[in-house]
């Protein structure tokens, strides 16, 4: 074997221990993300589920603390009883109420909601849904400026309380 010969192959080997090691360069970055990936999944379910907590709080809060605004709430069963402006406050309270539940269901949807959270959150609603006669009214009449998917959702609820 020449000089060359031998010098060629060094270099061949170097050439090839180069590409194994970026090679193994690669495998760790992409090991490195999908750790991260994983971590950041985690983080966006716990950022979720804080939201919707926090939402249904205030939602929850705001009932607790004003208690001519809990006033309206009953009174609202009864809608020959409100003016127009209880009526319009009635309205849109129903609207954050649904939207609120909707947002928990998409997020249930894309796994960001955990299954115990939305267990709860269902039970939650069909106890509300079922006992609030304004509810179901403005359901009936708003039901459409919320998604197909959740409306079924809402729509489930309604008709096994219509079967009983």
């Not at 004003?66 to 402006?85: K, N, Q, V, Y």
Request: charged share 20%.
């Amino acid at each position: 074997m020449s000089a060359v010969t031998g010098f060629k192959m060094k270099k061949i080997d170097i050439v090839q221990g180069i590409t194994i090691l970026a090679n193994l360069g690669v495998i760790a970055g992409i090991v490195f993300l999908a750790f991260e990936l994983q971590q950041n999944t985690q983080a966006v379910r716990v950022a979720s589920a804080q939201s919707y907590l926090t939402g249904g709080a205030s939602l929850d809060f705001q009932i607790a603390t004003d208690s001519e605004f809990a006033g309206l709430l009953i009174r609202g069963d009864d809608a020959e009883s409100l003016s127009p402006t209880e009526e319009l406050r009635l309205e849109r309270w129903n609207y954050a109420v649904f939207r609120q539940w909707e947002t928990a269901h998409y997020l249930h949807k894309i796994g960001a909601l955990e299954d115990e959270l939305w267990v709860a959150y269902r039970q939650e609603v069909h106890k509300i849904l079922l006992r609030s006669a304004s509810m179901q009214r403005y359901w009936s009449e708003g039901r459409y400026s919320f998604t197909p998917d959740f409306q079924g959702f809402i729509d489930t609820i309604v008709e096994s309380s219509s079967a009983r």
